[in-house]
């Protein structure tokens, strides 16, 4: 069984009109896992991260930036040039990365072997110190510390497809050897890092891809470099960063990927996680923009996840 973390707090993050990282987004996500094929979907409320779950990959001085920088009613507050909060961004903030925490005490204690997390903000942009990037809270390294603090995890693997570098998520863990991460993005792109040189203590492995890239240079670099490394670490549990804005449509970069192709590395991970890791997997939107797209690339990832 695969289980749906989301919250109807997560539609309350608005960073304003025109904004590429909308409510809109959350809402063709939802519509979309509304279809017949998603029925035996196990849909469960995201609760609230703890301070201490933030704390593990956030200085205390971020935490209380973000939970302190809500802006009175009808009022935004802009973090940097991308980022922006609004009155219901803290409680989305929250719930979006305690979603992920939810979802790894879910599948570390058997109750459901895959999980999904349909929440925004996005995560893997934050640094220790710094929201960026339309992220505030580093959804995924919350859930991979978690993972080491509470239940004592040696390996644990985070996968991100998404089109930009997850930059946070590398410095967050750069140092850290009970984490591999690695990324699949295009080169060059905002944030400008993630070459392929950056290898942390031997834990980071970063693919890039060229603009204009698509279906086989996506498959390669997968099959090639990033999944033999996944193989070789022998992770206890899989985390996904799934960004689905390399997608063709998408307007905020260049690589040509379909549904079809996140379907595919979708059943690849899974595969090496019911290898190495009993079959735990947590998966936890990043990107996509173009809403069709997402609605689309989004249903294809969870069908592969239910299988």
Excluded at 32 to 53: G, I, M, N, S, Y
Excluded at 189 to 214: F, K, M
């Amino acid at each position: 069984m695969l289980r749906l973390y989301t919250h109807s707090a997560c539609l309350q993050h608005d960073p304003g009109q025109g904004h590429a990282e909308r409510p809109a987004r959350l809402r063709a996500v939802l519509q979309a896992l509304d279809h017949d094929r998603h029925a035996a979907l196990d849909r469960v409320e995201a609760p609230r991260a703890t301070r201490e779950q933030l704390l593990r990959v956030h200085s205390s001085a971020h935490v209380e930036h973000i939970l302190g920088s809500a802006p009175p009613e009808d009022g935004t507050y802009r973090l940097d040039e991308d980022t922006v909060m609004s009155p219901g961004s803290v409680e989305a903030a929250l719930r979006a990365a305690g979603a992920t925490v939810a979802a790894v005490d879910a599948v570390l204690s058997g109750a459901v072997q895959r999980a999904f997390c349909a929440v925004r903000p996005p995560g893997h942009h934050a640094t220790r110190d710094q929201a960026m990037g339309f992220c505030l809270f580093n959804n995924i390294a919350v859930a991979a510390a978690h993972a080491l603090a509470a239940h004592g995890l040696k390996r644990v693997a985070i996968a991100d497809f998404d089109v930009h570098h997850g930059n946070g998520t590398q410095a967050i863990f750069e140092r850290e050897p009970r984490v591999l991460f690695l990324s699949s993005h295009e080169s060059p792109l905002y944030p400008g890092s993630g070459r392929e040189d950056e290898r942390g203590v031997g834990n980071i492995v970063n693919g890039t891809l060229s603009p204009g890239a698509g279906s086989d240079e996506f498959r390669a670099l997968w099959d090639d470099v990033l999944l033999p490394r996944l193989h070789a670490f022998k992770p206890q549990l899989v985390l996904v960063s799934a960004g689905f804005d390399a997608h063709r449509n998408d307007p905020l970069a260049n690589i040509r990927l379909g549904q079809e192709d996140y379907a595919w590395i979708t059943e690849r991970l899974v595969a090496l996680a019911n290898t190495h890791a009993e079959g735990r997997l947590v998966s936890t939107l990043e990107g996509g923009y173009d809403l069709a797209a997402l609605a689309a690339s989004a249903a294809a990832h969870v069908h592969s996840l239910m299988a």
